[in-house]
Nanobody, 125 residues
Framework: VQLVESGGGSVQAGGSLRLACASYGYTSSYYHTGWFRQAPGKEREGVASIDRDGKIAYADPVKGRFTISKDHAKHTLYLQMNSLKPEDTAMYYC????????????????????WGQGNQVTVSS
């Protein structure tokens, strides 16, 4: 199982970025995939997740600005980030898990089994 992220970078406030996460391995067995972030000095937090049936959970700070999606044929997870703010600056990670999670809290809890290497997103004011 391998998750490879791409698409991070630097942008001014109000700008947009799209992150991608290509998965290799037992991709058809994942039940949840998601995006998490960790800013310097802060704990890792959930950003958005999507399950095998397409149910989506978003963290409150990103609702209405970020969109998570999957391309099943390409085994790739995306995170479209619009109206970026300086407080969105963080290392962003994609993650996958086989367990079924029954609440938005669980779907955004950063205890997934498999993780990508992380991609830096920096938003300047």
């Amino acid at each position: 199982v391998q998750l490879v992220e791409s698409g991070g970078g630097s942008v001014q406030a109000g700008g947009s970025l799209r992150l991608a996460c290509a998965s290799y391995g037992y991709t058809s067995s994942y039940y949840h995939t998601g995006w998490f972030r960790q800013a310097p000095g802060k704990e890792r937090e959930g950003v958005a997740s999507i399950d095998r049936d397409g149910k989506i959970a978003y963290a409150d700070p990103v609702k209405g600005r970020f969109t998570i999606s999957k391309d099943h044929a390409k085994h790739t997870l995306y995170l479209q980030m619009n109206s970026l703010k300086p407080e969105d600056t963080a290392m962003y990670y994609c993650a996958a898990d086989f367990l079924i999670r029954h609440s938005d809290y669980a779907r955004l809890r950063p205890d997934f089994a498999y993780w990508g290497q992380g991609n830096q997103v920096t938003v300047s004011s």
